[in-house]
């Protein structure tokens, strides 16, 4: 069990709402929690692998320049779930 730190009530830990003073849980900002980033964190790695698809598509069909143009837009994208899953490892607050 957590504790709202604005108004000291017991919180239950999936919570991510105070059900008394409207506190929100997050990790740089209200709204935003760990689970939360962890989760688009997947959505935009699901995305990458969806670009790297696509170009791998294009490699097969014989455009090989598509391909590599894909294939930087997917470790763009890729490297972008990286950061959001770093980031999901920041300490999660209570705003207010
Ligand atoms: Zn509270």
Do not use: N
Not at 36 to 50: E, P, Q, S
Request: charged share 15%; with cysteine.
């Amino acid at each position: 069990m957590a504790q709202c730190p604005h108004c000291m009530t017991d919180i239950h830990d999936e919570a991510s709402v105070c059900p008394s003073c409207g506190a929100k849980k997050g990790v740089y900002g209200p709204g935003w929690t760990a689970d939360d980033y962890v989760g688009r964190a997947k959505v935009i790695a699901a995305l990458a692998g969806f670009f790297l698809l696509i170009g791998v598509g294009f490699l097969i069909a014989g455009q090989g320049g598509i391909f590599i143009l894909m294939a930087v837009v997917a470790l763009f994208v890729g490297s972008l779930a990286i950061v959001t899953l770093v980031m999901s490892g920041g300490k999660e607050k209570w705003y207010r």
